[in-house]
């Protein structure tokens, strides 16, 4: 798990570099290509006035005007360059922009928003020849109102639209009009179409989303439909078979009419409950179109009420977590008071609530079902969740194909119930193809590696175990963050998938860097850099067909990062598709009909002849029939390549390679009969299958009694992807210790909570059992003096600590006031991992922090680092490393600081009240702090406060962050447990009037303002 840094105005500063950074370039190749000819709906309005990034505080920001300043939003007539300033300080300013396609996105005009639960308007005038009346036609994916010269014609809290969803006859003056559209952010996309369509023009051209609604009605046990609200004639001649169905897939009630007839179910005979309405038709291409409305017969609430009332206390088969998990869903919708809900949200309900009664009688496997896949996840002991949707015409019988479908990164990383779609019980996908499609949480913003990556797997394994999966025909899809994560999940597994398809996703460092800067870089930090890279593994999709789609205007995603991968695999010949969208950006692209038909074009590949291997971890290592057991540099890559040739004989080259598996498909050799292995040309071997498996090792692999292994082996960061618990050390005679001991342990737990909204497993050393001692992978606060488990495994574990002296290993090193993480096999659990968190005195416990997690083990104290000054991390460890793979310490693996750097570095220290001081800092006079105080502006409304507080200068950042500056020189200051430093500069008269800051190799210059 990564540490999360609390300097949130670090974050503004980066995405301020990055604008002001971009300037004109000469045209590029790719902008000067032509596209085939097409005709374009020009009328879509592309131009707008935008501005957005208003706060919408529990949800109340879609009934407040924040237009007041300038007419309000029934009287404003917008300019570029107009500022709104609310009450507490906060600016925003209309802007222009043109969107380069139908769709306007409000996250491309508002890239340097956080834009999680916002409010954007956008403004629009248009010039009319005449008075009359015309058809405003629009769709939205979210919340929104629309005026029309200051007369609203339009309002919904919600909405969901993949095009034109809503028509409304406006009037329209000759000359000037006026629309305002107002939008709430509500998910992963935020945006809108709009056009005027002429009434006497209507046409199939004009398509439209089939939206239908409930009707009011006095009758009792009536159900009153309209099947549609569009008002073109054309499409109002189309067919629509409406469909009641209870809980179960029961079809209660069923009628064909046309779109915008209205229908009529009679109820009386309805049993009490949850009806999803069900809407099929076509669109203008004649393709299929759905949609779908709930209804309840009955008291919702009620209901509702029985559902919360009856959670369970300790949940733990998969129905008890849904229980739990949809009694918080419904608290999240309507409030905790379900008594007074507010009648507008009483839709809200129903979903929860058919998903509930399926779930009690276990009819949601069903036809055009939806359901939740649920488990407790042994990493960390908390419910995780999948959603599952079944095509049409689903039968248990027939095997069906599987779509894996990975979400985006969602910033705000709310709790499960808070996530988008999270209780969306139709899917466009599955009601156009025949498939199965399962959308896994990937435990929320883990982009698809560790825990993620297991997710995912662990979800697709339940899907077999639930439905009839083919398993020739499961494919990876994903968007953003969900699209690295196909390249990551697709590439670590290829014999699961018949193909993948990555959606503007994927990240490489050739991208970001020169030729020259990577020149200069270690083998070391290459290959730190090329682990992370999404297409680092893709050596390994040989035989797996890939379909990469973008955008070429991605300001999120480069679209960069998708180029490079597609022309690598193109180099190697690989079986590798692109489809990359002119004028979109980061949301809205039309890709699901190709990519879903596409991969129905493909089955897996069983038996191929020829496998590739190449992974920066033995976990890893890996690839259809060929596993690498054990490799010898864990600073460098396993690269392998097995292929099957003649007179039963396997032809195996490896670099970096000590032992391997080969479990070849009985297709491809005759198991019953030996098998020629040659490997890397000269060691040529006979070896007979055993259970199906060739075991190789290297003949200059010596194992000890412990090595490392694919389930074992390193670094830091691994024990949170074992069933994990943290164990807080009590047992020292120091009562600081005892107290950072706690402390630490804490800040790891926040950190946990805070990632992934459940504490981790938390015992005290002294209530730990010996059984809970075994089972778990064990996070140890305190050395064996400060914590009674370390104490018990202490002879078991090759580490050592007195109050001058850290050994590892048998090797000792001076470390006064220092702290100490190692991780190591645990001696009671083959499968499990120690981490020992230890300090040679209270001081060294306070410098502990969870940054170094890339190690097997380091020892640090109190230097503090910072990289612009010289003084990065690396050269102020005491020592730092990774084990070889017999759990060893070798001097090529073995890092040590500079004795001479940590002469002169400022050192933190810590005193008896565990407050701070830092030592080796120049004097400065405290007149120099005065000339720095004051006021610096980022940006209207965001600044940094530089102030004196006693003898120390200070900083405030935007979000209230207080941080202390320390001295270089009288105008250079760094920031404590940050990377940071701040250079004051001073105009001709020698006054200061601005502060540079630098973080992450760039420079943000602000302005002094007071």
Not at 307 to 330: D, R, W, Y
Not at 346 to 370: C, H, I
Not at 735 to 751: G, Y
Request: one cysteine or more; glycine letters at 6%; proline letters at 5%.
């Amino acid at each position: 798990m990564k540490k999360r840094y609390c300097y949130t105005f670090v974050n503004l500063i980066v995405i301020v570099l990055f604008w002001t950074s971009i300037s004109h370039a000469q045209p590029k190749l790719e902008d000067q290509m032509r596209f085939p000819w097409a005709t374009s709906q020009k009328e879509f309005f592309r131009e707008w006035l935008i501005i957005g990034g208003f706060p919408n505080p529990d949800g109340n920001g879609f009934d407040t005007d924040y237009l007041q300043e300038h007419g309000g939003e029934t009287g404003i007539v917008p300019a570029t360059g107009m500022q709104h300033k609310l009450p507490e300080g906060l600016i925003f300013e209309w802007k222009k922009y043109e969107s380069p396609y139908n769709y306007i996105n409000f996250f491309d005009p508002l890239e340097n928003v956080e834009y999680s639960n916002k409010i954007a308007y956008a403004y629009k005038s248009i010039q009319r020849p005449a008075d009359g009346k015309v058809i405003l036609s629009f769709g939205n994916n979210v919340g929104n109102k629309v005026w029309v010269n200051g007369k609203q014609v339009y309002g919904n809290k919600s909405d969901y639209a993949v095009k034109e969803n809503y028509q409304v006859e406006v009037d329209m003056v000759k000359g000037k009009n006026s629309i305002l559209l107002k939008s709430v952010h509500g998910g992963w996309t935020w945006g809108f179409w709009m056009r005027l369509i002429e009434p006497e023009s209507f046409s199939l051209v004009h398509d439209f989303q089939l939206s239908p609604s409930i009707l009011k009605t006095t009758e009792k046990n009536k159900l009153i439909l309209k099947t549609d609200r569009t008002l073109n004639p054309e499409i109002q001649k189309i067919d629509v078979n409406v469909k009641a169905v209870a809980a179960g897939g029961k079809v209660v009630a069923e009628k064909t009419v046309k779109r915008c007839d209205q229908v009529i179910f009679d109820t009386d005979d309805w049993k009490e409950g949850v009806y999803d309405i069900c809407f099929a038709s076509i669109d203008t291409k004649g393709e299929t179109e759905t949609a779908y409305l709930y209804w309840y017969k009955g008291d919702a609430i009620q209901k509702a009420k029985e559902l919360v009332s009856s959670v369970p206390e300790n949940p733990e088969t998969p129905e008890e977590l849904i229980h739990v998990m949809l009694s918080e869903l419904i608290y999240d919708k309507v409030g905790k008071d379900l008594s007074n809900i507010d009648s507008s949200l009483l839709g809200a309900l129903y979903s929860p609530l058919m998903e509930y009664e399926e779930s009690v009688n276990k009819s949601a496997v069903r036809k055009n079902g939806f359901l939740r896949l649920a488990y407790r996840d042994d990493i960390d002991n908390t419910p995780q969740f999948c959603r599952v949707y079944l095509p049409m015409d689903y039968d248990p019988d027939k095997k069906w194909p599987l779509v894996v479908n990975l979400h985006g990164y969602f910033g705000a990383n709310p709790v499960y119930v808070k996530w988008w779609s999270i209780d969306m019980r139709h899917m466009d996908l599955v009601d156009k193809f025949p498939v199965i499609d399962i959308e896994p949480h990937g435990r929320g913003n883990t982009s698809y590696q560790g825990i993620g990556e297991k997710d995912v797997l662990k979800c697709i394994e339940m899907a077999k175990e639930k439905f009839n999966v083919d398993e020739d025909r499961i494919y990876l899809k994903g968007e953003s963050m969900g699209g690295g994560g196909t390249w990551n999940v697709g590439t670590r597994h290829p014999g699961i998938f018949a193909a993948i398809a990555p959606v503007y996703g994927g990240w490489d460092y050739h991208v970001n860097m020169t030729e020259d800067q990577i020149s200069k870089l270690t083998e070391r930090e290459i290959f730190n850099y090329e682990s992370n890279s999404n297409f680092a593994q893709a050596d390994a999709l040989l035989t797996t067909p890939v379909l990469v789609t973008h955008g070429d205007i991605d300001e999120s995603a480069d679209v960069k990062y998708s180029r490079y991968a597609v022309q690598m695999l193109q180099r190697w010949g690989y079986n590798i598709r692109y489809h990359e969208y002119p004028g979109y950006g980061h949301e809205g692209i039309p890709y699901i009909d190709e990519v879903i038909s596409w991969f129905l074009q493909h089955k897996k590949n069983n038996a191929p002849e020829k496998v590739r291997v190449r992974a920066a971890a033995l976990a890893s290592a890996k690839s259809h029939w060929v596993k690498i057991m054990q490799r010898e540099n864990p600073y460098a890559f396993i690269e392998a390549e097995a292929e099957v040739l003649i007179n039963n004989t396997i032809r195996l080259a490896s670099e970096n390679v000590l032992a391997v598996e080969l479990t070849p498909h009985p297709e491809l050799i005759k198991p019953n009969e030996k098998v020629t292995v040659i490997w890397n040309v000269n060691d040529i071997r006979e070896v007979k299958p055993k259970d199906g498996k060739i075991t190789l090792a290297a003949k200059n692999y010596k194992p000890a009694r412990l090595s490392k292994n694919p389930k074992i082996e390193g670094p830091i960061s691994e024990v949170t992807n074992t069933p994990f618990a943290v164990v807080i050390g009590t047992i020292s005679k120091d009562s600081l210790m005892t107290k950072l001991c706690r402390q630490k342990a804490q800040e790891f737990i926040n950190s946990w909570k805070d990632w992934q909204k459940y504490e981790p497993r938390v015992f005290l050393d002294t209530e730990m059992t010996e059984e809970a001692m075994k089972q778990y992978s064990l996070i140890l606060y305190g050395g064996s003096e400060a914590n009674l488990i370390a104490k018990k495994l202490s002879s078991k574990i090759p580490l050592k600590i007195t109050p001058q002296e850290i050994e590892i290993a048998g090797r000792v090193y001076k470390a006064k006031d220092a702290c100490v993480q190692m991780i190591y096999p645990h001696p009671l659990n083959a499968e499990r991992y120690i981490s020992i968190i230890g300090a040679t005195s209270y001081a060294g416990m306070y410098s502990y922090n969870q940054n170094s997690n890339d190690c097997d083990f380091f020892i640090q104290d109190g230097c503090v680092p910072n990289k612009r000054l010289g003084r990065p991390m690396d050269k102020l460890y005491i020592a730092k490393g990774i084990f070889d793979y017999n759990w060893q310490i070798a001097d090529e693996l073995l890092e040590t600081g500079d004795p001479e750097l940590r002469k002169t570095c400022p050192v933190r220290r810590v005193l008896p009240d565990l407050t701070t001081t830092i030592d080796n800092l120049p004097v400065i006079d405290p007149g120099v702090y005065k000339t720095l105080a004051g006021r610096y502006e980022i940006q209207p409304g965001v600044n940094i406060f530089v102030y004196i507080d006693g003898n120390k200068l200070m900083g405030k950042a935007p979000d209230g962050i207080v941080f202390q500056l320390f001295p270089s020189s009288e105008t250079e200051y760094f920031v404590d447990r940050a990377d940071i430093q701040l250079t004051f500069g001073k105009n001709e008269t020698g006054v200061v009037d601005k502060v540079i800051v630098h973080q992450n190799g760039q420079d943000l210059e602000i302005k002094k303002s007071e």
